[in-house]
């Protein structure tokens, strides 16, 4: 059972957030493109995509879970605790992250100027809790699989959400200004200050 259940976390991390940083990486630098073709196209595209590298990476999953390290209860305690912290961020951002922000409707807004900064609670501390949350989450899910292509997607998934992070904050630079500008300035990216 523990087995089952370690593979088919495994399966689901490594179909499923490759795909959301696609989703990011292909809106994200392309976003005035997006915004002239419509949310309508943008989305048929994005969907297609998503499905078409789903099947994708469902179609290699054998290779790509060939090995695997067993079931080891020693990994499980830090994982538990990256995971209590990843969802101890997610309770605290969930009430600001609406569906269509998590969807991207604000970056695909026409007018270039749609949603409004997030600059309260967590966001005030750090710009993007959501992907320290991602990465806390996906550090948790690794331990408890142990599989090692999701170990080895760990640091390609940091390099992403940096690259997303780069993207989304020019984009915002575009969108706010200098008020996003001036919260840049004084809110750290994703590694909190100490608390003074």
């Not at 989703?23 to 994005?46: A, E, M, N, Q, S």
């Not at 967590?122 to 996906?138: C, D, K, Q």
């Not at 390099?159 to 993207?167: H, M, N, R, S, T």
Request: some cysteine; aromatic content about 16%; charged content about 15%.
């Amino acid at each position: 059972m523990a087995v089952e259940i370690r593979y088919y976390m495994a399966l689901f991390m490594l179909i499923s957030t490759p795909q959301a940083l696609i989703y990011w990486l292909i809106i994200h630098p392309f976003v005035d493109l997006w915004r002239r073709v419509g949310k309508g196209t943008t989305y048929t595209v994005l969907i297609v995509m998503y499905v078409a590298c789903g099947y994708l990476l469902w179609s290699v999953r054998g290779p790509l879970l060939a090995v695997e390290y067993g079931t080891n209860q020693w990994l499980w305690l830090p994982a538990i605790a990256f995971y209590v912290a990843a969802v101890w961020i997610q309770v605290r951002i969930k009430k600001l992250l609406t569906f269509k922000i998590m969807a991207g409707v604000p970056e695909l807004d026409r007018s270039g100027k749609g949603g409004k900064l997030l600059d309260t609670g967590l966001y005030a501390r750090i710009r993007h809790p959501r992907y320290l949350a991602v990465t806390l989450g996906t550090v948790a899910w690794a331990l408890f699989a142990n599989y090692l292509a999701v170990y080895v997607f760990i640091p390609l998934l940091v390099i992403g959400l940096v690259a997303i992070a780069w993207f989304e904050e020019r984009e915002l630079v575009e969108r706010f200004g200098e008020e996003y500008v001036q919260y840049r300035r004084s809110v750290p990216m994703i590694i909190p200050r100490p608390i003074s």
